[in-house]
């Protein structure tokens, strides 16, 4: 399951994010409020955990904002206030849950327990759709044109990644941030390797099932300058 983390507190948000690495989540960290909201936009985290104060943008503001453009991702607000008018105003931005800072690790990790079985139980199809490309979220497998197709760990990755954001221009930077984490130490020049890996793959399964991007073959299109979208049929 992936999380992103949004704590301005440098110390807080490295310690938190290996307390939960070690619980087998994966976790990104944003340290101000703008970049969190791109990084949730993006639409590849299960849960975010976001502090009510932060540079930039509140964590009130950017679960607003989120809640506004329909985003329905789980969120846990962390505040150093333990007063009911900030409980409040957090759930009403629209807010699933809100832990008062400081707190034991063990009750964090049940609320992100219940946090995504809640969202778990609304989210329907554990599935995304993308022209004859299906992708499914809880096997990790993936076909086109109802044919399994395989792809490494990563590619799974970035097309995953893709097909949350059909339509969508994806930076490279982005890509690589999202698909390879913060703390990698490759560059851009990974992504456009696994960008060609994933078009040729594509391409010879649908060559070999004698179908064409008008039968509902999505493609990797590039943005120059950019980075890629993916469009579909």
């Known amino acids: ?12 948000a490295r310690a938190l994010q290996q307390s939960l690495r070690e619980h087998h989540y994966e976790v990104d960290v944003a340290h101000d409020g703008e970049t969190g909201l791109d990084m949730a936009r993006t639409g590849t985290y299960d849960l975010l955990i976001v502090d009510v104060m932060m540079p930039k943008l509140s964590g009130y503001d950017v679960v607003r904002t989120l809640r506004q453009e329909k985003d329905s991702t789980a969120i846990l607000l962390l505040t150093a206030k333990d007063g009911v008018e900030s409980r409040v105003e957090g759930l009403d931005a629209g807010a699933d849950d809100y832990l008062v800072k400081p707190f034991a690790l ?7 327990r219940a946090l995504t079985r809640r969202s778990g ?23 086109l044109f109802g044919e399994p197709l395989h792809l490494s760990g990563k590619e799974f990755q970035l097309m995953e990644l893709f097909m ?70």
Request: include cysteine.
């Open 106 to 112: 063990p009750e964090l990790l049940a609320r992100v």
């Open 121 to 143: 139980a609304f989210m329907g199809a554990q599935s995304l759709q993308c022209g004859a490309l299906c992708l499914d979220l809880v096997t990790r497998s993936i076909t």
């Open 164 to 233: 949350r954001n059909p339509g969508r221009v994806l930076p490279k930077v982005l890509i690589l941030e999202r698909v390879w984490g913060y703390d990698t130490a490759a560059d851009v020049n990974v992504v456009e390797i696994y960008v060609h890996m994933l078009r040729r793959k594509l391409a010879a399964h649908a060559q070999k099932l004698g179908r064409t991007a008008a039968d509902g073959l999505p493609v990797i299109e590039t943005v120059r300058g950019v980075g890629y979208m993916l469009k579909g049929a």
């Open 1 to 12: 399951m992936r999380i992103l983390l949004m704590d301005d507190e440098a110390a807080f």
